[in-house]
């Protein structure tokens, strides 16, 4: 094999055409792929990787390489075409990955969620430089997303006896004080802020590397409630993790943040905590076209905690319902959603401060948000239908006054400009539109959001198919080429 280990022998080795193909038409030569692959390997570390022109063409010939070269080589042929070129559209197969890098149907217990999420998490540090962690996972939906996440509802097996207890539920002393859980507690807090007013794109990595260290603090014994704490802060985190994955368009490594982060609330017994997780992998289903998966996760978060959550909660799970029902083109159930959350939210603490902080972001302007997309999204669904539009004006309107007084939001007060601009452009006022859509610009220089930019070039180059003889709409063209040029996002 050769003395890099980066193969494996293969008794029936047959040319691969498929590896071929992608080969010949990427322009390379074999030196030059095999040059990528060192210089890619070394970025995320694995420095005995070596490979030379006499390997690339065994590789042609059929030979099978070993991890994590499969994986190199799907990222550089994904880059060099602009589109995802699978491990197995390479005619490559994987080594075994352990199951923090591959699917989400994961072990429900507490040793090894708190292993794979140490594990994911160390991972997603040290090779998240180039986004090599998020193009080696894929992406669960349907049945092999909805079932692995209908466990969360199964009680979990009775506590083990003090011979059989792991190590991180031991009963012995805790070196963790009271004031030093609750300083994680507000650290956690703190990186929630920062989400909200910058962007998942400035501090992911930090909140990354604190998920890590609260994972080391689990490996030691602690006192049933300290450990059930620590599993709170961990489910915190990691759904934090998930959601700034999400929010610079890391959608892999954000559903198995996600994933994680809801089987870390069920070891803490939080099944609020486990709706709100549910939630966002709800929303990122919506973002990625499956409405119908977003409506069964929203149902499992209803299910789990409705003896449980408070108003405020249930009033975001009623208005997640809303937006699924609307992407499904269901006028009908999307309105009775929509009165659900409004007169659920009636009944949310004012202040808010008995709400967990997590959910005190659901605020009446985000309550107006919700729903007038969802009356937008209908819109769209139900072909630009003028009557939809009108009735998600009124309420973007509100939910734009609202933001515009929070400094907090930031992010928010974006989406919700960017929202009503799509809404002007429904009705047919693209001078309207590029008002708004500049103030999101000016916003969006601020924030480090994937989502934040994606819209507002979505948004711009609607405006331009649909009112391209409308001077304001070139003048924001050309505004947005130079002020938001599409560079890669730091993560």
């Excluded at 075409?81 to 075994?96: E, K, M, P, W």
Aim: proline share 5%; glycine share 8%; net charge neutral.
């Amino acid at each position: 094999m050769g003395g890099t280990g980066d193969s494996v022998g293969n008794a029936d080795k047959r040319p691969n055409e498929q590896l071929t193909s992608w080969f010949v038409r990427s322009g390379w030569s074999k030196g030059e792929l095999a040059r990528q692959v060192n210089r890619r390997a070394r970025q995320m570390g694995a420095n005995h990787i070596s490979t030379d022109t006499s390997r690339v063409r065994r590789w042609l010939d059929g030979e099978q390489p070993r991890e994590p070269i499969p994986r190199i080589l799907s990222e550089l042929f994904s880059e060099r075409f602009g589109a995802v070129v699978a491990i197995g559209d390479l005619g490559l197969r994987t080594a075994h990955q352990s199951p923090s890098l591959s699917g989400v149907d994961l072990p429900w217990t507490a040793p090894q969620t708190v292993e794979l999420i140490g594990e994911f998490s160390r991972s997603d540090l040290m090779l998240a430089r180039r986004g090599f962690l998020g193009t080696s996972l894929a992406l669960a939906a349907g049945p092999t997303l909805i079932e692995p996440m209908q466990r969360w509802l199964v009680p979990a097996p009775a506590a083990p006896t003090a011979a059989q207890e792991p190590q991180i539920q031991g009963r012995r002393g805790s070196r963790l004080s009271g004031p030093e859980l609750e300083l994680l507690e507000a650290t956690t807090v703190m990186f929630r802020k920062w989400d909200a007013q910058c962007g998942g794109g400035l501090r992911r990595k930090a909140v990354v590397g604190q998920l890590h260290e609260v994972t080391d603090l689990l490996q030691e014994p602690h006192p049933d409630a300290t450990a059930r704490r620590l599993f709170k802060i961990a489910a915190e985190l990691a759904e934090l993790a998930g959601w700034m994955s999400y929010d610079v368009g890391l959608q892999p490594t954000a559903q198995k943040y996600f994933v994680l982060a809801l089987h870390a609330a069920k070891e803490a017994g939080d099944k609020p905590l486990g709706s709100y997780i549910l939630s966002g992998m709800s929303r990122q289903m919506i973002h990625l076209g499956r409405p119908e998966d977003a409506l069964e996760l929203i149902h499992l978060a209803q299910y789990g905690s409705r003896d449980c959550a408070t108003a405020r909660t249930q009033a975001m799970l009623y208005a997640m319902e809303a937006r699924a029902y609307a992407n499904m083109g269901q006028p009908s159930k999307t309105k009775r959603a929509v009165r659900m959350a409004e007169d659920t939210f009636v009944d949310a603490d004012e202040s808010a401060e008995q709400e967990p902080d997590w959910i005190r972001f659901f605020s009446e302007a985000e309550l107006n948000g919700e729903n007038s997309h969802s009356y937008r999204d209908l819109a769209y669904v139900a072909g630009r239908s003028p009557t939809y539009a009108s009735l998600a004006h009124p309420v973007m309107g509100r939910a734009v006054e609202l933001f515009g007084r929070d400094k907090e939001h930031q992010r928010s007060y974006a989406l919700n400009l960017i929202g009503m601009a799509t809404v002007h452009l429904l009705q047919r006022e693209p001078e309207q539109s590029t008002v708004l859509v500049g103030e999101a610009l000016d916003i969006a220089k601020k924030v480090r959001s994937e989502r934040v930019n994606t819209r507002l070039r979505k948004t711009v180059a609607t405006a331009l198919r649909d009112f391209g003889e409308v001077a304001e709409v070139h003048d924001l063209t050309d505004r947005l080429a130079v002020q938001l040029p599409e560079t890669a996002e730091a993560v």
